[in-house]
């Protein structure tokens, strides 16, 4: 019995010593751990896949069976996540990374973060041609106003970087309903 209420007493010490920092503000100076995040390793991979699924359709040039059809398939989805998920995933990040350099004050590195978006939305229309364009220009258009409003109204670029990032989110969750169900065309992987 007393083990039981040794426990008990610990048990309530731990909650009394540990609930009052929990409700406590951080400190004065206090930052959250920042790192720049990215999806070069998961790109990296996908396009390693893209190749092997690519070489063993070569493999089975002609055989017209389930298995080419298959493989077919494969590729298709390997080239859907090259060219459109993983980049907007990027995109999405270095939203993220724009916003926290403009929390911690540094409106460069979050202009920059936002011209590298712009780069890889860009790339990913011309990349996945004219479908793509009309399904991007709404977060074109958002990456404009948040540059404009971190360079010259940097109170107003938290809520725009914010309706940004909602949006990549969107466009990344939706994907299979926006894109068309023959997209990407084939390349020379198909």
Known sequence: MRTGSSLLVAAALLVLLVTPGGCRHPH????????????????????????????????????????????????????????????????????????RFLFYGERGRADTELTIVREILDGTVEAGGEPLLELFVPALDLVGEAQAAVRGAPEKAPAILKELAVKLNLMLLKGDLALPDDWPPRTAHG
């Open 28 to 99: 004065e100076g206090w930052q959250p751990p920042f790192e720049v995040s990215s999806t070069r390793l998961l790109q990296q991979e996908a396009d390693v896949a893209l190749r092997l699924v690519g070489a063993a359709r070569a493999d089975l040039a002609g055989s017209n069976g389930p298995a080419d059809e298959r493989l077919s398939g494969a590729v298709r989805a390997l080239e859907r996540l090259t060219v459109y998920y993983l980049p907007l995933l990027e995109a999405k990040e270095r939203t993220y990374n724009a916003h």
